[in-house]
């Protein structure tokens, strides 16, 4: 089992910068993907990006490239997500999630574990 705990969300106005944290717990491997979705109200849960742990590749949706930067901390078993330029379209729950394997994928049913998920909205 894998545990994710998600920090950073809040309250923003539009133009506006956050930084998402999810620590990893439990049975972490260098050979996972990690990644980030959002789900709106009323809307479905989207991909937002993703990073392997080994080599730190990449995966961003057309709609944050640009905007967000994803990174990863090994040695704290920590994924960030940089949010630069906020806009009140980017207003979701922000979920943590990881998969086995380091190829990228914004399917969510190829993630195996999820956070909770931390609240971040945009105010214009």
């Known amino acids: 089992q894998v545990q994710l705990v998600e920090s950073g969300g809040g309250l923003v106005q539009a133009g506006g910068s956050l930084r998402l944290s999810c620590e990893a717990s439990g049975r972490t491997s260098s050979d996972y993907t990690m990644g980030w979705f959002r789900q709106a109200p009323g809307k479905e849960r989207e991909f937002v990006a993703a990073i392997t742990w080994s080599f730190g590749s990449t995966k961003y949706a057309d709609s944050v490239k640009g905007r967000f930067t994803i990174s990863r901390d090994n040695a704290k078993n920590t994924v960030y997500l940089q949010m630069n330029s906020l806009k009140p379209e980017d207003t979701a729950v922000y979920y943590c999630?990881?998969?086995?394997?380091?190829?990228?994928?914004?399917?969510?049913?190829?993630?195996?574990?999820w956070g909770q998920g931390t609240q971040v909205t945009v105010s214009s």
């Open positions: 999630t990881c998969k086995f394997g380091a190829l990228l994928s914004e399917s969510r049913s190829r993630y195996n574990y």
